[in-house]
């Protein structure tokens, strides 16, 4: 049976005519929630510049790839009836003031974390992908840990941060890493050893609860998935569905691994935390470390070792073609952070930048 996969995105308001980031998330929750029959898939995220919406599982990606999109134009609809309009850019590429959400869990990470929590005004993308226990799960996250930065490259769309070029294409990355809990980890080894991992975590008050385990993947503590984290939201929603189409070949694949009784690499957390800084860093324009030797390899290559890593269970699935299409266009077209950039230098204006990602969001 195919695993079903999901996506939860991070979009940013932003004023229709400036571009700037504008504090209207629960103005446009209120016109999604008066709007969607039934249970809205939008919801607030730590700051009031951000609306989230998650898809439900899809075992077809067409069906995928249909839901995102129709998400994303209903967002741009409620968000214009608010005045505003939305954009799948990771970090807002204009001077912003973050506004922190009314809630009380949010009002407890901006007075325990301070200016951590403040500055995180940052849009990830979440793939979710079914496991069938805790322990596969466990197994996955085990061997697939060693090619998320390349998911990270594939994604990075936050080239800019407070008006400036941060010579990142990924600065998302570097602001996120900043939580105590977020990055990559060690191997777990069973799932009584991540939940005792994650007990202790929790355990030591640093963190509020489960759900601010913020790894580059972990098991999810409201669904039976593997939910991996790492990624930038994609400014194109086909990327957004590339990255998930890769995500679950990657969890298949690594379930096969565990039971055929293969090890999982060996790859130190120090070593996947250059990785990853490599990958926010360069992005796609530059070498990546590749996951199955540990030496910089030019970005395309690394793509298609994750490629030739997932074939099978894409072919098995029926995703490789439109899988090696995606790719390539990635690879021609270049990633956000590419796109924003090839923007802004050919009109020299972040407004017009933003302007131009708002239409590229929509799809």
């Known amino acids: 049976m195919v695993r079903t996969v999901g996506v939860e995105e991070e979009l940013l308001l932003v004023d229709e005519d400036s571009g700037e980031a504008r504090a209207l998330s629960s103005a446009v929750l209120a016109i999604a929630e ?19 919406f998650s898809t439900q599982p899809c075992a077809d990606i067409e069906e995928l790839a249909d839901s995102v999109r129709r998400w994303r134009a209903r967002a741009v609809r409620h968000a214009a009836d608010a005045g505003a309009s939305v954009v799948a850019l990771a970090t807002s590429p204009l001077p912003v003031s973050p506004k922190i959400g009314t809630g009380e869990r949010y009002r407890w990470m901006a007075e325990r974390f301070g200016l951590t929590a403040q500055e995180q005004l940052t849009c990830g993308c979440h793939v979710h992908v079914s496991v069938d226990s805790d322990e596969e799960g466990v197994a996955v996250l085990d061997r697939i840990r060693c090619w998320l930065p390349v998911l990270l490259a594939l994604s990075a769309n936050s080239p800019f941060w407070q008006g400036q070029d941060s010579r990142y294409s990924s600065y998302r990355s570097q602001v996120w890493g900043r939580w105590p809990s977020a990055g990559p980890v060690d191997v777990h080894g069973s799932a009584e050893a991540y939940h005792a991992g994650v007990r202790s975590l929790v355990d030591t008050g640093v963190l509020r609860d489960e759900g601010m385990v913020y790894f580059d993947a972990r098991l999810s503590h409201r669904y039976p998935t593997v939910e991996v984290r790492i990624a930038d939201v994609c400014l194109d929603p086909a990327d957004t569905v590339l990255l998930a189409t890769l995500v679950r070949g990657l969890v298949e694949t690594a379930a096969r691994q565990w039971r055929a009784g293969e090890a999982p690499p060996g790859a130190g957390t120090s070593l996947l935390r250059a990785a990853s800084w490599q990958a926010g860093r360069s992005g796609l324009e530059d070498r990546l470390v590749h996951p199955l030797t540990w030496r910089p390899e030019p970005a395309p290559e690394v793509l298609r070792a994750l490629l030739d890593h997932v074939r099978d269970a894409l072919e098995d699935s029926g995703d490789l073609e439109a899988a090696e299409e995606a790719l390539s266009t990635v690879v021609r077209r270049g990633n956000g952070a590419q796109v924003q950039r090839e923007t802004l230098a050919r009109t020299g204006s972040l407004r017009d930048t933003v302007a131009a990602c708002v239409r590229i969001t929509a799809g």
């Open 34 to 52: 008066k709007d969607t029959a039934g249970e809205s898939p939008f919801e607030e995220e730590l700051h009031r510049q951000q609306l989230e």
